[in-house]
């Protein structure tokens, strides 16, 4: 080949490399502004604002991407209501929510595994389900009619029972009691004759104060003493059976995921992923002080619940899961996968981290 002909075929082949970068390079050079909703207030600490809070998260992607996905935070009522973000998001009105996917229940009844289980898998278990054994899988399958990607970004750990008027020594002590709860753990209260209210955080404390409800569950010690609820209630059921973990799920609007350039997209799992993480040990790092507080310092009687309630709500937990499932196609789905992860699960947890914990203490 000549020197000529050398050069001109170098020249168009450099010419068509360019031409079939140019899209790429234009991709990189793109840049979105999102909104995010939230479920719950603002200044409200792990729920917005705090190490791996939804506010963090923003803060992530926009170093990450240089500025060229730029979302800005709302907390809830700041620009719709508290639990409008499933429906906002679906439409587009706005591209992310942060919230719990069992504030859903109405409109994707098995959404309600995807934040916790009573007597389920605690963090590690939730995340490793979620993350490999099938669990995100499932998640995408039953939002994708909606138009919304789920994930992961947030978990409190075990919580705790709650806060009750009167103390709880007998299964039946239940029966009649006002109670705020919500998720699957609210169905097993409402099978044991527990009145049970959904109330927003911020109304927990007045209707448990006034006598509106007789008992209420939140969080843990560090949130639940910020609501105050230890000046309504002294006593607090330590038990976490009824959520061994709390995520704090992401949902985005899918047309708006598909938009973006998988650069960008893999920023967002990383931060989600990330925060996953942060927030759990935040919570695992306030919840004792903020205990022994309660305490020491506010009079609270912080005891587990007796063994016998503990296997009564056992029992009924099963019962309803089980008829839950055979009602529903898309519940049995997510539960069959769900029971045959946390068996496997269990067995290695009871020789690793229950062998441990056991050890530790004596």
Known sequence: MNRRGFLTKGLVGSAAAASLAAPTIARAQESF???????????SPFYVTGPGSPTHFCEMVKTMSGGRLDIQHFAAGELIPA????????AGTVEMNAANAYYWAGKVPAAQFFTTVPFGLNFQGQSAWIYHGGGQALWDELYAPFNLVPMQMGNTGVQMTGWFRKPIEKIDDLKGLKMRIAGLAGKVYSKLGVDVKLL???????????????????????????????????????????EPCNVTELIINKTAWDSLPDDLKEMVRAAAAACNVLSHTWCEATNADALADLIANEGVIANPLP????????????ATLDEMAAGDPAIKKVYDNFVAFKEKHSQWAGISEAVYQSQIRS
């Open 83 to 90: 639990l409008e973000g499933f429906d906002a998001v679906s």
């Open 200 to 242: 927003p955080g911020g109304e927990i404390f007045p209707a448990l104060e006034r006598g509106v409800i007789d008992a209420a569950e939140f969080v843990g010690p560090y949130q639940d003493r910020r609501l105050g609820l230890q000046k309504a209630a002294k006593y607090y059921y330590t038990t976490g059976w009824h």
């Open 33 to 43: 502004s999102w909104k995010m909703t939230n479920a719950y207030g603002p200044g």
């Open 307 to 318: 063994p016998e309630v503990v296997e009564g709500l056992r029992a009924t937990t099963k």
